[in-house]
């Protein structure tokens, strides 16, 4: 299998995106450590294979490093951080105070350095990856969830610097993700029948699922993307169709 005797940690890897990512990585052979504050309510398995778990604060730093350190010492190595767990609540700008959109921003911006740097040792020596999971709120107006919206786009230019100033040794990519099929889809988008209009909004006519992004990190942490590097790779099903074109009055049969 393609990545037979690779070491991957999945950040925020028991449920959601970060679930499919973990599987992704399962059925191309590696093993798999997800980590989240809490355990999951089942494994996370796929081909009959299950990836390790470790309940870690990725807001603390020194668990952070201590969990990193067990993980390659405990394997021998390390070869690619999928940095996915992040997320925001709704809420304006003028609706909390500074502390509370800050919290967003250490947990989305400043968490994944922080676990890139405590991994880069580990990585260096594997000449292995980082798999930063962004968002096309960091590429466009984020109403509602502003400060989320500047920790990806802050997360997507970390990763082109940390690809300048890790190579040649460590590659750094990012995932940019549109909207996303999960669990917990029906509480943003309702019942199927909402699910199903928003995905007909997207040009591919259907929201991603799990498996397709994780399908995508496998990629950028494989060989095949060796000379990939300080790259956003959009999994966003073609984008958002431009509001004008709805909006504009245009005889098309002249």
């Known amino acids: 299998m393609e990545l037979n005797g690779r070491v ?7 449920r959601g995106v970060g679930a499919g990512i973990a599987r992704s990585f399962l059925t191309a052979g590696a093993e798999v450590v997800v980590c989240a504050r809490r355990p999951p309510r089942e494994p996370v398995a796929a081909d009959g294979r299950r990836a390790a778990f470790t309940a870690v604060d990725l807001r603390d730093p020194a668990a952070v490093r201590e969990f990193l350190d067990a993980v390659g010492t405990r394997h021998g ?23 509370r959109h800050a919290r967003v921003v250490e947990l989305n911006l400043v968490a994944p350095m922080t676990a890139s740097l405590a991994a880069y040792p580990w990585l260096r ?3 292995g990856s980082v798999v930063m999971v ?17 920790a990806k786009a802050g997360l997507e230019n970390l990763a082109r610097s940390m690809a300048v ?40 006519g259907r929201l991603a699922e799990p498996s397709d992004v994780g399908e995508a990190a496998v ?15 959009l999994v966003h099903g073609g984008g958002e169709r431009p509001a004008f074109l709805d909006a504009a009055t245009v005889n098309k049969e002249s």
Do not use: K, Q
């Open 8 to 14: 991957v940690v999945v950040t925020g890897g028991t």
């Open 77 to 99: 190595r390390l070869d690619c951080l999928v940095n996915n767990a992040g997320g925001t609540p709704y809420r304006l700008l003028g609706e909390g105070g500074a502390e």
């Open 125 to 127: 020596e594997s000449r």
């Open 134 to 150: 962004g968002s096309v709120s960091g590429t466009r107006p984020s109403p509602g969830t502003a400060a989320y919206g500047a």
């Open 165 to 204: 100033e890790w190579a040649p040794e460590v590659r750094v990519n990012s995932l940019v993700l549109g909207m996303v099929r999960t669990e917990l889809a029906h509480l943003h988008y309702g019942d199927e029948a909402g699910v199903a209009a928003v995905g007909a909004t997207v040009p591919l």
């Open 219 to 233: 990629f950028l942490a494989s060989g095949r993307a060796g000379y990939v590097s300080g790259a956003s790779l």
